[in-house]
Structure formats: structure tokens, C-alpha cells
């Protein structure tokens, strides 16, 4: 599991330079929720300036310590030209979707490497539509989730160390939640090299 964190990173920022190397429009705006640290695109700014450059980014964390930790690191490569930094709960967001819709709406790409692990199934439902909602014409949403078939143990230590339930799905189980949530989507889904983590990306068609 730690090394299928590690790999859910990599594959992540191999993901973004590639949406953004294809994207015709400019700037990029890309949403990026529950973002932590930020390390994916942090490393993408080392990697990559004049990728990055093309970005519009906006950070979506309820910890403010990781939000004020992320803008710092990020404002420190003088690379991003946009940045915009939400500190908001991402269960707020759902119950009030038109708020949601006013302020982040109209996003290029929106993704979540981390979180979608921790809803029921109900909550879970409700979080990609409204991803969905917040896309722009063409946008994507790429959200990752760990395979209970690939790693069935993954989840334990997290649940009795950090207090964080998780709810253990296969890909089946996900990508018929992201269908029903999203009917008019094409889903694509992807591995990380690990195997361990999966990578479904919603297409708003």
C-alpha cells in the first residue's frame, strides 16, 4: 500500500503533463481536490516549467494547513502564473451544488488522487456528479481509488491507526457508481504500475 502511494503520485503527473501537452485551449484551468501537499504538480515544476505555465490551478483542501503548506511550496517556483488556493469541505460542496457550480465551475480537469476511497457509496454517487457538473464542455475528471482485489489488506492499518473508514471497492464496483452518477460520460480507466490503484477518467461528452 505505501508503495502503491508512492506509484499513485508518478502516475498522476504522468497524466496532467499529458492532458496539458494536448489541451488546444489556453490557459489550462485544472481543479485539483483534496490536493495535500501538491507533490504531483510540484514535481511537474521541476520537470516541466513551460508545461506548467499553461495552468490555470486551483487547490482544494479543508486542512489549512496543507492548503497554506501547498501555496507556499507552489508560489516558491515562480512557475504557476494562476493560483488559487479553497479551503472548503468537500461534503459542503455537495450539499450546495449551485454555490459549487458559481464559484469552481467550468473546469478543464478536475482530479482527486486520495479521497474517493473514504465515501459510501451514496456520497461517492453524489461527488462525481458533481465533478461532472463542474466541467467544462470536453473537460475531464480523473479520480483514483484503491482495488480491494489487487490488495484486500490496503485499507487496515489506515482504519485502526488513523480513524479513517474506508470503503473498499473492486473496479467494477466504481465504475458502475461513476456511470450511474454520470450516464452521459465515456470512462476510461487505467492502473498505476503498482496495480494497486485505479485511475478512472470521467469525459464530459
Known amino acids: 500500500y505505501a508503495q502503491s502511494v508512492h506509484k499513485r503520485k508518478e502516475k498522476m503527473g504522468l497524466l496532467l503533463a499529458e492532458y496539458i501537452k494536448q489541451s488546444s485551449v489556453l490557459p489550462v484551468r485544472v481543479l485539483n481536490i483534496a490536493c495535500g501537499s501538491c507533490r504531483e504538480i510540484r514535481e511537474l515544476c521541476l520537470n516541466d516549467r513551460a508545461l506548467v505555465r499553461k495552468l490555470d490551478l486551483t487547490i482544494l483542501d479543508q486542512d489549512p494547513g496543507a492548503l497554506e503548506f501547498s501555496k507556499t511550496e507552489l508560489e516558491s517556483t515562480k512557475v504557476i502564473p494562476k493560483l488559487r488556493c479553497v479551503q472548503a469541505d468537500v461534503l459542503a460542496l455537495i ?35 458533481l465533478c461532472f457538473n463542474l466541467l467544462a464542455t470536453s473537460g475531464r475528471c480523473i479520480i483514483a481509488h484503491k482495488d480491494r482485489e489487487a490488495d484486500q489488506r490496503a485499507p487496515l492499518l489506515p482504519d485502526w491507526f488513523c480513524d479513517w473508514k474506508f470503503y473498499p471497492r473492486n473496479e467494477r464496483k466504481v465504475y458502475d457508481l461513476i456511470q450511474k452518477a454520470s450516464p452521459k460520460a465515456s470512462i476510461d480507466v487505467d492502473r498505476d504500475s503498482s496495480e494497486r490503484i485505479l485511475f478512472y477518467t470521467i469525459i464530459k461528452v
Open 95 to 129: 450539499r450546495d451544488t449551485k454555490r459549487s457550480l458559481s464559484n469552481l465551475g467550468n473546469q478543464h480537469l478536475i482530479y482527486t488522487i486520495g479521497l474517493a476511497d473514504y465515501f459510501p457509496d451514496r456520497i461517492f454517487s453524489k461527488f462525481v456528479s
